[in-house]
Protein backbone atom coordinates (compact mmCIF):
# COMPACT_ATOMS: atom_id res chain seq x y z
CA UNK A 1 0.00 0.00 0.00
CA UNK A 2 1.74 3.29 -0.62
CA UNK A 3 0.73 6.66 0.74
CA UNK A 4 -1.84 9.00 -0.59
CA UNK A 5 0.32 11.95 -0.33
CA UNK A 6 4.04 12.93 -1.77
CA UNK A 7 6.59 14.74 0.59
CA UNK A 8 5.55 18.08 0.83
CA UNK A 9 2.15 17.64 -0.64
CA UNK A 10 -1.05 19.08 1.00
CA UNK A 11 -3.85 17.55 0.14
CA UNK A 12 -7.54 18.62 -0.56
CA UNK A 13 -8.63 17.28 2.61
CA UNK A 14 -5.55 18.80 4.66
CA UNK A 15 -7.06 22.18 3.29
CA UNK A 16 -10.23 21.65 4.09
CA UNK A 17 -9.45 20.95 7.78
CA UNK A 18 -6.94 23.58 8.15
CA UNK A 19 -10.43 25.84 7.23
CA UNK A 20 -12.20 24.36 10.11
CA UNK A 21 -9.85 24.59 11.95
CA UNK A 22 -9.08 28.38 11.04
CA UNK A 23 -12.89 29.46 11.21
CA UNK A 24 -13.69 27.61 14.34
CA UNK A 25 -10.63 29.36 15.88
CA UNK A 26 -11.84 32.72 14.81
CA UNK A 27 -15.05 32.31 16.04
CA UNK A 28 -14.07 30.97 19.52
CA UNK A 29 -11.53 34.84 19.81
CA UNK A 30 -15.30 36.08 18.73
CA UNK A 31 -15.94 34.15 22.01
CA UNK A 32 -13.61 35.92 23.98
CA UNK A 33 -14.66 39.08 23.07
CA UNK A 34 -18.02 39.12 22.85
CA UNK A 35 -19.12 37.18 25.72
CA UNK A 36 -20.45 33.58 25.60
CA UNK A 37 -24.18 34.44 25.35
CA UNK A 38 -23.25 35.64 21.22
CA UNK A 39 -22.32 32.45 19.94
CA UNK A 40 -24.24 29.75 22.18
CA UNK A 41 -27.75 29.10 23.21
CA UNK A 42 -26.75 27.91 26.82
CA UNK A 43 -28.91 29.12 29.22
CA UNK A 44 -30.04 28.87 33.13
CA UNK A 45 -31.93 25.94 32.64
CA UNK A 46 -29.21 24.27 30.23
CA UNK A 47 -26.15 25.59 31.34
CA UNK A 48 -24.37 22.29 29.82
CA UNK A 49 -24.99 22.17 25.91
CA UNK A 50 -23.23 20.28 23.46
CA UNK A 51 -19.49 21.72 24.27
CA UNK A 52 -19.73 19.70 27.44
CA UNK A 53 -21.99 16.61 25.75
CA UNK A 54 -19.38 16.44 22.89
CA UNK A 55 -16.38 17.93 23.42
CA UNK A 56 -15.88 17.28 26.93
CA UNK A 57 -17.84 14.26 27.83
CA UNK A 58 -16.99 12.49 24.53
CA UNK A 59 -13.74 13.51 23.92
CA UNK A 60 -12.56 12.43 27.35
CA UNK A 61 -13.86 8.95 27.10
CA UNK A 62 -12.21 8.65 23.34
CA UNK A 63 -9.43 9.95 24.51
CA UNK A 64 -9.40 6.37 26.74
CA UNK A 65 -7.69 4.45 24.40
CA UNK A 66 -4.49 5.96 26.53
CA UNK A 67 -5.08 3.98 29.03
CA UNK A 68 -6.83 1.20 27.71
CA UNK A 69 -3.92 0.17 25.10
CA UNK A 70 -1.13 2.02 26.52
CA UNK A 71 -1.53 1.23 29.95
CA UNK A 72 -3.70 -2.20 30.89
CA UNK A 73 -3.06 -3.87 27.64
CA UNK A 74 0.56 -3.10 27.09
CA UNK A 75 0.99 -3.73 30.76
CA UNK A 76 -0.59 -7.56 30.78
CA UNK A 77 -0.96 -8.13 26.95
CA UNK A 78 3.02 -7.90 26.91
CA UNK A 79 5.31 -6.75 23.67
CA UNK A 80 2.83 -7.60 20.71
CA UNK A 81 0.98 -4.45 21.38
CA UNK A 82 3.76 -2.30 21.55
CA UNK A 83 2.72 -0.84 18.20
CA UNK A 84 -0.24 0.58 19.09
CA UNK A 85 1.15 2.44 22.28
CA UNK A 86 2.67 5.58 20.39
CA UNK A 87 -0.05 6.38 18.13
CA UNK A 88 -2.72 5.59 21.12
CA UNK A 89 -0.95 7.84 23.46
CA UNK A 90 -0.40 10.63 21.16
CA UNK A 91 -4.20 10.51 20.35
CA UNK A 92 -5.02 10.57 23.89
CA UNK A 93 -2.43 13.25 24.45
CA UNK A 94 -3.92 15.74 22.08
CA UNK A 95 -7.52 14.33 22.72
CA UNK A 96 -6.73 15.88 26.34
CA UNK A 97 -5.10 19.35 25.10
CA UNK A 98 -8.06 19.99 22.91
CA UNK A 99 -10.70 19.13 25.69
CA UNK A 100 -8.54 21.33 27.82
CA UNK A 101 -9.08 24.07 25.00
CA UNK A 102 -12.97 23.44 24.29
CA UNK A 103 -13.11 23.67 28.69
CA UNK A 104 -12.04 27.34 28.34
CA UNK A 105 -14.34 28.30 25.41
CA UNK A 106 -16.99 26.52 27.31
CA UNK A 107 -16.21 28.27 31.33
CA UNK A 108 -18.18 31.72 31.60
CA UNK A 109 -14.58 32.68 33.65
CA UNK A 110 -11.88 30.44 32.30
CA UNK A 111 -9.18 32.78 33.35
CA UNK A 112 -10.24 31.37 37.30
CA UNK A 113 -10.00 27.95 36.18
CA UNK A 114 -6.06 27.95 38.28
CA UNK A 115 -7.82 28.52 41.39
CA UNK A 116 -8.76 24.44 41.58
CA UNK A 117 -4.52 24.34 42.03
CA UNK A 118 -4.85 26.40 45.40
CA UNK A 119 -8.80 25.93 46.02
CA UNK A 120 -9.33 22.39 47.26
CA UNK A 121 -12.84 21.11 47.37
CA UNK A 122 -11.80 17.72 48.44
CA UNK A 123 -15.88 16.93 48.26
CA UNK A 124 -16.22 17.80 44.62
CA UNK A 125 -16.14 15.65 41.70
CA UNK A 126 -15.66 18.66 39.26
CA UNK A 127 -12.52 19.53 41.47
CA UNK A 128 -11.80 15.67 41.32
CA UNK A 129 -12.04 15.66 37.45
CA UNK A 130 -10.08 18.87 37.18
CA UNK A 131 -7.47 17.53 38.82
CA UNK A 132 -7.34 14.08 37.18
CA UNK A 133 -7.34 15.48 33.83
CA UNK A 134 -4.63 18.42 35.04
CA UNK A 135 -2.22 15.29 36.49
CA UNK A 136 -2.64 12.33 33.40
CA UNK A 137 -2.32 15.17 30.57
CA UNK A 138 1.22 15.61 32.75
CA UNK A 139 1.84 11.82 32.64
CA UNK A 140 0.64 11.38 28.68
CA UNK A 141 3.37 13.95 28.14
CA UNK A 142 5.64 12.46 30.26
CA UNK A 143 4.50 9.51 27.68
CA UNK A 144 5.00 11.06 25.03
CA UNK A 145 8.24 12.14 25.33
CA UNK A 146 10.44 9.12 24.48
CA UNK A 147 9.15 10.13 20.98
CA UNK A 148 10.99 13.47 20.60
CA UNK A 149 13.54 12.02 22.43
CA UNK A 150 14.40 9.68 19.34
CA UNK A 151 13.73 12.08 16.95
CA UNK A 152 15.98 14.50 18.13
CA UNK A 153 18.53 11.98 19.14
CA UNK A 154 18.61 12.46 22.95
CA UNK A 155 19.92 9.00 24.58
CA UNK A 156 21.24 10.72 27.56
CA UNK A 157 17.96 12.65 28.23
CA UNK A 158 15.98 9.54 27.60
CA UNK A 159 17.81 7.70 30.22
CA UNK A 160 17.55 10.32 32.52
CA UNK A 161 13.95 10.53 31.40
CA UNK A 162 13.73 7.05 32.35
CA UNK A 163 15.11 7.29 36.23
CA UNK A 164 13.26 10.57 36.37
CA UNK A 165 9.75 10.03 35.44
CA UNK A 166 8.25 7.01 37.95
CA UNK A 167 9.39 9.37 41.01
CA UNK A 168 7.33 12.27 39.05
CA UNK A 169 4.29 10.06 38.62
CA UNK A 170 4.24 8.91 41.96
CA UNK A 171 5.00 12.54 43.17
CA UNK A 172 1.36 13.78 41.19
CA UNK A 173 -0.34 10.51 43.00
CA UNK A 174 1.09 11.02 46.27
CA UNK A 175 -0.02 15.13 45.52
CA UNK A 176 -3.47 13.77 44.15
CA UNK A 177 -4.75 12.19 47.51
CA UNK A 178 -3.56 14.57 49.99
CA UNK A 179 -5.93 16.69 47.19
CA UNK A 180 -8.45 14.82 47.79
CA UNK A 181 -8.57 12.65 51.06
CA UNK A 182 -7.18 15.49 53.44
CA UNK A 183 -6.09 11.67 55.50
CA UNK A 184 -2.54 11.47 56.21
CA UNK A 185 -2.98 7.56 56.79
CA UNK A 186 -4.56 7.42 53.41
CA UNK A 187 -1.86 9.15 51.80
CA UNK A 188 0.94 7.34 53.56
CA UNK A 189 -1.24 3.73 52.40
CA UNK A 190 -1.15 4.73 48.68
CA UNK A 191 2.31 6.46 48.75
CA UNK A 192 4.07 3.39 50.39
CA UNK A 193 2.75 0.73 48.10
CA UNK A 194 3.58 2.86 44.67
CA UNK A 195 7.01 3.62 46.46
CA UNK A 196 7.40 -0.14 47.28
CA UNK A 197 6.81 -1.20 43.41
CA UNK A 198 9.09 1.52 42.16
CA UNK A 199 11.60 0.31 44.68
CA UNK A 200 11.23 -3.87 43.75
CA UNK A 201 11.44 -2.65 39.93
CA UNK A 202 14.96 -0.38 40.52
CA UNK A 203 16.48 -3.69 42.66
CA UNK A 204 16.15 -6.13 40.06
CA UNK A 205 12.82 -8.14 42.06
CA UNK A 206 10.51 -7.07 39.62
CA UNK A 207 10.74 -6.66 36.01
CA UNK A 208 11.95 -3.28 34.31
CA UNK A 209 10.71 -2.51 31.18
CA UNK A 210 13.96 -0.23 29.45
CA UNK A 211 11.90 1.44 27.06
CA UNK A 212 8.69 2.51 29.28
CA UNK A 213 8.39 3.42 33.23
CA UNK A 214 5.71 0.66 34.61
CA UNK A 215 4.61 3.51 36.97
CA UNK A 216 4.11 5.84 34.16
CA UNK A 217 1.05 3.41 32.95
CA UNK A 218 0.02 2.58 36.59
CA UNK A 219 -0.62 6.38 37.13
CA UNK A 220 -1.91 6.79 33.36
CA UNK A 221 -4.68 3.76 34.75
CA UNK A 222 -5.42 5.52 37.72
CA UNK A 223 -5.63 8.70 37.21
CA UNK A 224 -8.36 8.04 33.83
CA UNK A 225 -10.26 5.33 36.08
CA UNK A 226 -10.72 7.82 38.40
CA UNK A 227 -11.78 10.91 35.92
CA UNK A 228 -13.77 8.85 33.56
CA UNK A 229 -16.06 7.65 36.17
CA UNK A 230 -15.91 11.16 38.12
CA UNK A 231 -17.43 12.53 34.69
CA UNK A 232 -20.71 10.44 35.92
CA UNK A 233 -20.17 11.45 39.07
CA UNK A 234 -21.00 14.75 37.80
CA UNK A 235 -25.06 13.97 36.98
CA UNK A 236 -25.48 12.40 40.46
CA UNK A 237 -25.85 15.70 41.61
CA UNK A 238 -29.41 16.27 39.72
CA UNK A 239 -31.70 13.52 40.37
CA UNK A 240 -34.39 15.93 39.58
CA UNK A 241 -33.18 16.77 36.21
CA UNK A 242 -31.91 13.67 34.60
CA UNK A 243 -34.03 10.82 32.86
CA UNK A 244 -34.79 8.28 34.60
CA UNK A 245 -33.68 6.40 31.78
CA UNK A 246 -30.12 7.34 32.68
CA UNK A 247 -30.20 8.42 36.36
CA UNK A 248 -28.20 5.52 38.39
CA UNK A 249 -26.78 5.35 41.21
CA UNK A 250 -24.12 3.53 39.46
CA UNK A 251 -23.83 6.23 36.37
CA UNK A 252 -19.85 6.35 36.95
CA UNK A 253 -19.42 2.73 36.45
CA UNK A 254 -21.33 3.52 33.31
CA UNK A 255 -19.21 6.06 32.06
CA UNK A 256 -15.69 3.90 33.08
CA UNK A 257 -16.89 0.34 31.23
CA UNK A 258 -18.50 2.66 28.29
CA UNK A 259 -15.33 4.79 28.45
CA UNK A 260 -13.07 1.76 27.97
CA UNK A 261 -15.05 0.15 25.18
CA UNK A 262 -15.00 3.45 23.24
CA UNK A 263 -11.64 3.74 23.84
CA UNK A 264 -10.52 0.11 22.30
CA UNK A 265 -13.22 1.25 19.58
CA UNK A 266 -11.12 4.64 18.89
CA UNK A 267 -8.00 2.80 18.76
CA UNK A 268 -9.13 0.58 16.19
CA UNK A 269 -10.71 3.53 13.94
CA UNK A 270 -6.97 5.68 14.88
CA UNK A 271 -4.92 3.06 13.45
CA UNK A 272 -6.84 1.94 10.46
CA UNK A 273 -7.22 5.32 9.25
CA UNK A 274 -3.48 6.22 10.18
CA UNK A 275 -2.67 3.19 8.06
CA UNK A 276 -4.35 3.91 5.62
CA UNK A 277 -3.50 8.08 5.24
CA UNK A 278 0.44 7.22 5.71
CA UNK A 279 0.53 4.23 3.36
CA UNK A 280 1.36 1.12 5.92
CA UNK A 281 -0.17 -1.98 6.14
CA UNK A 282 -3.18 -2.51 8.39
CA UNK A 283 -2.14 -4.47 11.34
CA UNK A 284 -5.06 -6.83 11.30
CA UNK A 285 -3.68 -9.97 13.17
CA UNK A 286 -3.20 -7.31 16.12
CA UNK A 287 -6.58 -5.22 15.38
CA UNK A 288 -7.82 -8.33 15.39
CA UNK A 289 -6.87 -8.84 19.11
CA UNK A 290 -8.37 -5.65 20.38
CA UNK A 291 -11.32 -6.33 18.43
CA UNK A 292 -11.70 -9.01 20.96
CA UNK A 293 -11.34 -6.93 24.10
CA UNK A 294 -13.80 -4.32 21.93
CA UNK A 295 -16.34 -7.65 21.94
CA UNK A 296 -16.33 -8.29 25.54
CA UNK A 297 -15.97 -4.46 26.70
CA UNK A 298 -19.55 -3.76 24.26
CA UNK A 299 -21.06 -7.24 26.21
CA UNK A 300 -20.48 -5.62 30.02
CA UNK A 301 -21.46 -2.35 29.26
CA UNK A 302 -25.15 -4.40 27.45
CA UNK A 303 -25.27 -6.48 30.51
CA UNK A 304 -24.59 -3.74 33.06
CA UNK A 305 -27.17 -1.41 31.61
CA UNK A 306 -29.85 -3.99 31.51
CA UNK A 307 -29.41 -5.48 34.78
CA UNK A 308 -29.40 -1.61 36.10
CA UNK A 309 -32.61 -0.65 33.90
CA UNK A 310 -34.27 -4.61 34.77
CA UNK A 311 -33.06 -3.68 38.79
CA UNK A 312 -34.34 -0.13 38.85
CA UNK A 313 -37.68 -1.03 37.47
CA UNK A 314 -37.64 1.13 34.04
CA UNK A 315 -39.71 -0.59 31.59
CA UNK A 316 -42.85 1.44 30.12
CA UNK A 317 -40.27 4.65 30.12
CA UNK A 318 -38.42 2.43 26.92
CA UNK A 319 -41.77 1.72 25.87
CA UNK A 320 -43.64 5.14 25.95
CA UNK A 321 -42.21 6.79 23.02
CA UNK A 322 -40.99 10.24 23.68
CA UNK A 323 -37.27 11.71 22.79
CA UNK A 324 -36.17 10.34 25.07
CA UNK A 325 -37.02 6.66 24.97
CA UNK A 326 -36.14 7.48 21.00
CA UNK A 327 -32.82 8.72 22.19
CA UNK A 328 -32.06 5.71 24.44
CA UNK A 329 -33.21 3.07 21.60
CA UNK A 330 -30.59 4.61 18.94
CA UNK A 331 -27.75 5.16 21.62
CA UNK A 332 -28.60 1.06 22.18
CA UNK A 333 -28.67 0.24 18.63
CA UNK A 334 -25.98 1.72 17.47
CA UNK A 335 -23.48 1.90 20.42
CA UNK A 336 -24.21 -1.55 21.59
CA UNK A 337 -26.36 -4.02 19.49
CA UNK A 338 -25.03 -3.80 15.82
CA UNK A 339 -20.97 -3.73 16.92
CA UNK A 340 -21.80 -6.70 18.90
CA UNK A 341 -24.03 -8.14 16.12
CA UNK A 342 -21.14 -7.41 14.01
CA UNK A 343 -18.21 -8.54 16.19
CA UNK A 344 -19.46 -12.12 16.83
CA UNK A 345 -19.37 -13.14 13.02
CA UNK A 346 -16.63 -14.82 12.52
CA UNK A 347 -16.33 -13.34 8.73
CA UNK A 348 -16.71 -9.84 9.73
CA UNK A 349 -14.74 -10.33 12.91
CA UNK A 350 -11.25 -10.84 11.06
CA UNK A 351 -11.92 -8.54 8.34
CA UNK A 352 -10.05 -4.86 9.01
CA UNK A 353 -13.27 -3.15 6.80
CA UNK A 354 -15.82 -4.50 9.41
CA UNK A 355 -13.43 -3.88 12.24
CA UNK A 356 -13.65 -0.81 11.59
CA UNK A 357 -17.26 -0.46 11.23
CA UNK A 358 -18.17 -1.72 14.62
CA UNK A 359 -15.65 0.43 16.10
CA UNK A 360 -17.25 3.47 14.56
CA UNK A 361 -20.77 2.65 15.42
CA UNK A 362 -19.79 2.03 19.00
CA UNK A 363 -18.18 5.50 18.84
CA UNK A 364 -21.18 6.92 17.52
CA UNK A 365 -23.23 5.14 20.17
CA UNK A 366 -20.95 7.14 22.96
CA UNK A 367 -21.59 10.41 21.20
CA UNK A 368 -24.70 9.99 21.67
CA UNK A 369 -25.37 8.58 24.82
CA UNK A 370 -22.69 11.75 26.34
CA UNK A 371 -25.39 13.62 24.43
CA UNK A 372 -28.20 12.19 26.29
CA UNK A 373 -27.33 12.33 29.37
CA UNK A 374 -25.60 15.95 29.06
CA UNK A 375 -28.85 17.22 26.81
CA UNK A 376 -30.97 15.17 26.07
CA UNK A 377 -32.28 13.78 29.10
CA UNK A 378 -31.64 17.03 30.84
CA UNK A 379 -35.24 18.33 31.39
CA UNK A 380 -34.94 21.95 33.02
CA UNK A 381 -36.56 23.46 35.79
CA UNK A 382 -36.56 26.86 34.39
CA UNK A 383 -38.72 25.57 31.18
CA UNK A 384 -36.34 27.10 28.69
CA UNK A 385 -35.60 24.62 25.82
CA UNK A 386 -31.98 24.50 24.14
CA UNK A 387 -30.89 23.91 20.76
CA UNK A 388 -27.30 24.51 20.11
CA UNK A 389 -26.45 27.53 18.09
CA UNK A 390 -24.51 26.94 14.93
CA UNK A 391 -21.42 28.93 15.84
CA UNK A 392 -21.37 25.90 19.16
CA UNK A 393 -20.93 23.02 16.73
CA UNK A 394 -18.48 25.15 14.37
CA UNK A 395 -16.00 25.55 17.19
CA UNK A 396 -16.47 22.46 18.18
CA UNK A 397 -15.92 21.31 14.53
CA UNK A 398 -12.72 24.16 14.50
CA UNK A 399 -11.45 21.73 17.78
CA UNK A 400 -11.63 18.50 16.00
CA UNK A 401 -10.46 19.60 12.39
CA UNK A 402 -7.27 20.75 14.97
CA UNK A 403 -7.37 17.90 16.64
CA UNK A 404 -6.44 15.91 13.43
CA UNK A 405 -4.54 18.29 12.01
CA UNK A 406 -2.09 18.28 14.86
CA UNK A 407 -2.09 14.32 14.66
CA UNK A 408 -0.82 14.29 11.06
CA UNK A 409 1.63 16.98 11.53
CA UNK A 410 3.35 15.02 14.68
CA UNK A 411 2.91 11.43 12.41
CA UNK A 412 4.90 12.59 9.68
CA UNK A 413 7.59 14.67 11.39
CA UNK A 414 7.74 11.90 14.93
CA UNK A 415 8.56 8.43 15.46
CA UNK A 416 5.20 8.02 16.07
CA UNK A 417 4.95 4.12 14.79
CA UNK A 418 7.75 2.36 16.25
CA UNK A 419 10.36 0.59 14.10
CA UNK A 420 10.32 -2.40 16.21
CA UNK A 421 7.58 -4.13 14.43
CA UNK A 422 7.89 -5.69 11.35
CA UNK A 423 4.92 -4.25 9.22
CA UNK A 424 5.50 -0.86 10.70
CA UNK A 425 6.99 0.71 7.26
CA UNK A 426 8.19 3.97 6.80
CA UNK A 427 7.10 5.83 4.30
CA UNK A 428 9.35 8.32 2.37
CA UNK A 429 7.95 11.48 3.79
CA UNK A 430 8.22 10.87 7.26
CA UNK A 431 12.16 11.07 6.98
CA UNK A 432 12.95 10.35 10.11
CA UNK A 433 15.88 8.04 10.97
CA UNK A 434 15.18 4.63 13.20
CA UNK A 435 16.98 4.89 16.05
CA UNK A 436 17.61 2.15 19.07
CA UNK A 437 15.80 3.04 21.74
CA UNK A 438 17.43 2.24 24.98
CA UNK B 1 -20.64 16.83 50.91
CA UNK B 2 -23.77 16.62 48.79
CA UNK B 3 -25.61 13.08 49.55
CA UNK B 4 -25.69 11.67 46.06
CA UNK B 5 -22.27 11.91 45.07
CA UNK B 6 -20.97 11.19 48.72
CA UNK B 7 -20.32 7.56 48.18
CA UNK B 8 -18.42 8.16 45.16
CA UNK B 9 -15.90 10.73 46.51
CA UNK B 10 -15.45 8.58 49.78
CA UNK B 11 -14.15 5.58 47.66
CA UNK B 12 -11.38 7.65 46.05
CA UNK B 13 -8.47 6.67 48.41
CA UNK B 14 -9.73 2.97 48.29
CA UNK B 15 -9.98 2.85 44.39
CA UNK B 16 -6.23 4.25 44.39
CA UNK B 17 -4.93 1.96 47.11
CA UNK B 18 -6.64 -1.43 45.41
CA UNK B 19 -5.54 -0.27 41.67
CA UNK B 20 -2.23 0.46 42.86
CA UNK B 21 -1.74 -2.74 44.74
CA UNK B 22 -3.64 -4.56 41.96
CA UNK B 23 -1.59 -3.20 38.82
CA UNK B 24 1.40 -3.77 40.79
CA UNK B 25 0.87 -7.62 41.52
CA UNK B 26 -0.66 -8.12 38.06
CA UNK B 27 2.52 -6.84 36.49
CA UNK B 28 4.82 -8.82 38.66
CA UNK B 29 3.39 -11.73 38.38
CA UNK B 30 2.89 -11.25 34.20
CA UNK B 31 6.80 -10.45 34.01
CA UNK B 32 7.79 -13.14 35.91
CA UNK B 33 5.89 -15.27 33.68
CA UNK B 34 7.21 -14.09 30.77
CA UNK B 35 11.12 -14.01 32.14
CA UNK B 36 10.52 -17.75 32.84
CA UNK B 37 9.43 -17.87 29.40
CA UNK B 38 12.51 -16.02 27.84
CA UNK B 39 14.65 -18.35 30.38
CA UNK B 40 13.48 -21.33 28.70
CA UNK B 41 13.60 -20.19 25.33
CA UNK B 42 17.38 -19.24 25.43
CA UNK B 43 18.23 -22.30 27.45
CA UNK B 44 16.28 -24.13 24.24
CA UNK B 45 18.07 -22.49 21.81
CA UNK B 46 21.24 -22.91 23.27
CA UNK B 47 20.16 -26.71 23.27
CA UNK B 48 19.58 -26.60 19.60
CA UNK B 49 22.60 -24.45 18.70
CA UNK B 50 25.01 -26.92 20.37
CA UNK B 51 26.18 -24.41 23.16
Not at chain 1, 60 to 87: C, D, N, Q, S, T
Not at chain 1, 259 to 279: C, P
Request: net charge neutral.
Amino acid sequence: MTSILKKGQVGIGTVLLGLVAGFGGILALYRFVSGIGRVSNLNQGYPWGVWIGFDVLAGIALAAGGFVVAGLMHMFGGEKYRPLVRPTILTAFLGYLLFILALMVDLGRPWTIWHMVIYWHHESPMFEVGWCVMMYTTILFLEFLPVVFERYRLDHVYALWITVAPWIAITLLALFAVALTHSVPWVIAIAGVLVLFELLVRFGVIYRDPRMPTMLLMAGIMFSVLHQSSLGSLFLIVPHKLDVIWYSPILPLFFFVSAVAAGVAMVIVESTLSAWYFGREVEVPLLRDVGHVLCWAIFGTLALRGLDLVLRGIGTELLVLTPQSIAFWIEVLVGLIIPLAILLTPEFADSARWLLWSSVSVILGLLINRLNVAVIGITSTYGETYYPHWMEIAITAGIVAAGVLAYIYVCRNFPVFTPQHPQAKRTPEVGVPALSTP
Amino acid sequence: MVAHTEPAMKAIPMVMLGLAAVLGTGYALRTRKNRTGEHAESSGSSERSGR
